[in-house]
C-alpha cells in the first residue's frame, strides 16, 4: 500500500512539474489587445535576450510631459536573430519606436509587431499577434 501512495504522489507531481511551463507561456489574445495600437518612441532602459520571449523596457513621455517605463515583449531570440537581430541591437539609452498592441490589462505593457531601431531600420519583431513587416 505504501509504495502504491508514493507511486501516485510522484506520478501527481511529475504531471503537474510538466504542466507549469505551459502556464507560463500565454497566447497573445490572452494578454494583448489587437484593436489597441501602441505606438510609443523613447530610449532603451533595459534589454532582456531571454525565452519564451524578448523582451526591453524603454521610457515614453506622453503628451502631458509624464514619463513611465514600459515593458515592450518580443518574439524568441531565435526568431528574432532570423529576422536580422542579435542580442546587440537595441542598447540602453538608443531611441526606438515601437508599433504593436497595446495590454488588455492598460499595464505600462505592449507586444511589438516591428521596432525601428536608432539608426533607422525597422525590423519586424516577430509578434505572435500580428503579421509584422520585415526588415527593410
Do not use: C
Amino acid at each position: 500500500m505504501r509504495i502504491k501512495t508514493s507511486f501516485v504522489l510522484f506520478a501527481g507531481l511529475g504531471l503537474m512539474a510538466a504542466v507549469f511551463p505551459a502556464l507560463a507561456h500565454h497566447s497573445f489574445t490572452a494578454q494583448y489587445d489587437r484593436s489597441k495600437p501602441a505606438n510609443l518612441k523613447g530610449p532603451v532602459t533595459k534589454v532582456e535576450w531571454i525565452n519564451p520571449h524578448a523582451r526591453f523596457f524603454m521610457d515614453v513621455t506622453d503628451a502631458n510631459g509624464k514619463t513611465a517605463n514600459w515593458e515592450i515583449e518580443l518574439s524568441a531570440p531565435a526568431m528574432l536573430m532570423r529576422r536580422g537581430w542579435t542580442n546587440r541591437s537595441l542598447k540602453i539609452k538608443d531611441v526606438v519606436t515601437v508599433v504593436g498592441s497595446l495590454a488588455k490589462d492598460g499595464t505600462n505593457l505592449a507586444n511589438a509587431t516591428s521596432v525601428t531601431l536608432a539608426d533607422g531600420k525597422k525590423v519586424f519583431a516577430g509578434s505572435s499577434g500580428g503579421d509584422g513587416d520585415t526588415t527593410q
